[in-house]
């Protein structure tokens, strides 16, 4: 069938399948409640076929899409009746989702009596329920402490709303009003993409897009193939390690060994550390994820990332290690640790097949949420830190993006308007610059950090909670490239000495007036710093980014 398509036709198909997933987006950016959504964005969307195929996606959140197919194969094993107007929900690790603040709907898209593909909407939930505040807790040593847990249920029947399961699911949750707006722009968004797939059938004919979906798929893997084709077979090994668990464990080792031959990849994560009892875990949808994104990285960048490229790559891994736990570990963390490691680890063994295509390392995340009462309203809030986002790692092209984020994200997530935030909630933004002398050395410089200080203007104390990594390892330097300098944050608070914050934290005291002095990493450099030219070391010193008496190149 593939045969009797176009170039065109398929072009064509190929870009509106594009734009219907970038239309859901922007759908979701202009409709959601909450700032972890309408301002940073954390969400993505995606169609996906009945068989869990990855068929088009928008450029959102990497560590998102890659676990969708798992939850797609889920949601498939569980229901075998569904209609039209279904939506279904899930978020649960172990039932094909990532970690439990991620929620994901799904709509089924038909062509007459035919089932043919889902829409889907992932969005992070600035809080899922559980023992803390904002959808992370450092200190669960099982899933149930760290939030409600959502296995594929409907949330509409046929196009009737359960009120019912609605309420169970509002009444678990911190900010009821907000995850209720939240989910009605997913659901939104998923329809949105209903009627825009419905209006391509009616164009082209339900067989001629599946049709131009096959050659489409064809293509991105015969594009993938060339590009593997040309790297250097063998066995190739790397690692990455996570600073510690936050229980009392250090230096967890990330294991990977890729063979590499001809155009087919087998990346094997088995020999990694045993998990752990804390949020570090990650589930195995996640994991996926984590390992796609690494691939991703390696192949050209306008290669469309769906399931056809996506057939070189086989994913060897052990359950019962820090990749892949076992059901009931706590996983809230993966998303971002070990997920960066994962690909650090990968990224690390590729560049001696293809070390042009080898990024330095992005950095790490270590997130903050904040629970307060707003002065100015009464109200409660809950507010996540997505400002000082960190440098992104440099490769042969050039010099990292400063303040980009994380492997994880690679500039998916943002950090919005500073006033927009101090308008929204009781925050000052003192201070909010590029940390100079942070991105790692090399021939091309890693991308820098932030130097953030952030008071807070609430009338009684507040409660923090921290999330993340990279206060002891910063992000690799690859090729000859020096690492980025680590994370160091600190709490200053009158009359008290100033104490540094640990990347795993639950209920840390701030007062109104405090100070959170953020100092964010930056990413590793690329290549030998003496190979870099002495007219790029003087702009640097000249735009700030290097502290003129900081030697480099040694």
């Known amino acids: 069938m593939s045969s009797k398509i176009d170039p065109i036709t398929r072009s064509v198909v190929q870009h509106r399948l594009s734009s219907i997933v970038k239309e859901m987006g922007e759908a979701m950016l202009r409709t959601s409640y909450s700032q972890i959504l309408n301002s940073s964005r954390d969400f993505s969307l995606a169609i996906c076929d009945t068989r869990g195929r990855l068929i088009a996606q928008a450029d959102h959140i990497p560590v998102h899409v890659g676990a969708l197919p798992w939850a797609t194969l889920a949601v498939e094993q569980r229901f075998k009746d569904v209609k039209p107007g279904d939506v279904i929900l899930l978020n649960d690790p172990y039932h094909g989702g990532s970690h439990l603040p991620d929620l994901t709907a799904f709509v089924p898209i038909f062509d007459g009596e035919r089932r043919l593909l889902w829409t889907i909407v992932r969005a992070h939930q600035s809080d899922i329920g559980g023992a803390t505040h904002g959808g992370y807790n450092p200190g669960a040593t099982e899933i149930y402490q760290e939030g409600i847990r959502v296995p594929p249920i409907k949330l509409y029947e046929a196009g009737k709303l359960r009120d019912d399961l609605l309420d169970l699911l509002a009444l678990n949750i911190r900010n009821p009003r907000e995850f209720r707006g939240d989910l009605a722009a997913m659901v939104g968004a998923a329809h949105l993409g209903e009627r825009r797939l419905s209006r391509l059938f009616a164009e082209f004919g339900a067989p001629v897009v599946e049709a131009a979906v096959e050659t489409i798929l064809d293509a991105a893997e ?21 600073d510690d668990d936050g229980h009392g464990r250090s230096d967890i080792r990330i294991a990977a060994k890729v063979i590499k031959k001809g155009s087919d990849i087998e990346i094997d994560l088995s020999d990694s550390d045993p998990q752990t009892t804390s949020f570090v875990n990650s589930s195995h949808a996640n994991m996926q994820a984590a390992v796609v994104m690494a691939f991703a990285y390696l192949i050209d960048a306008d290669t469309p990332k769906n399931a056809g490229a996506l057939r070189p790559l086989k994913v060897v891994a052990k359950q019962g290690t820090i990749v892949w736990a076992d059901p009931g570990r706590p996983v809230t963390l993966c998303t971002s640790h070990p997920s960066n490691e994962i690909v ?17 390392g992005w950095s790490r995340r270590f997130r903050i949420a904040i629970q307060g009462e707003d002065p100015r309203s009464g109200r409660n809030f809950i507010w996540h830190m997505f400002q000082a986002r960190p440098g992104g790692g440099a490769s042969s092209g050039g010099d990292g993006w400063s303040s980009i984020g994380e492997w994880h994200t690679v500039g998916g997530i943002k950090f919005g308007s500073i006033e927009v935030a101090e308008v929204r909630f009781p925050l000052y933004f003192r201070h909010h610059e590029f940390r100079e002398n942070s991105g790692g050395d090399g021939q091309f410089r890693g991308g820098l950090g932030v130097a953030l200080d952030l008071v807070l203007e609430t009338a009684k104390p507040a409660r923090a909670n921290t999330a993340g990594d990279g206060v002891r390892y910063g992000p690799c330097g690859m090729l000859g490239g020096k690492d980025g300098v680590p994370h160091d944050y600190r709490l200053i608070s009158e009359g008290r000495t100033p104490r540094v914050l640990r990347t795993k934290e639950v209920g840390i005291e701030i007062r109104p007036g405090d100070c959170l002095e953020i100092r964010s990493s930056g990413g590793g450099g690329w290549g030998p710093p003496a190979e870099r030219s002495p007219d790029a070391r003087a702009r640097d010193r000249e735009q700030g980014l290097v502290a003129a008496d900081v030697k480099q190149g040694a």
Do not use: H, N
């Open 222 to 242: 015969a594009q993938t193939r060339a590009v593997i084709s040309t790297w250097k077979d063998g066995v190739f090994y790397g690692e990455a390690f996570l």
């Open 344 to 360: 650090e680890a990968i990224v690390k063994a590729m560049s001696a097949s293809c070390p042009d295509r080898a990024m330095a």
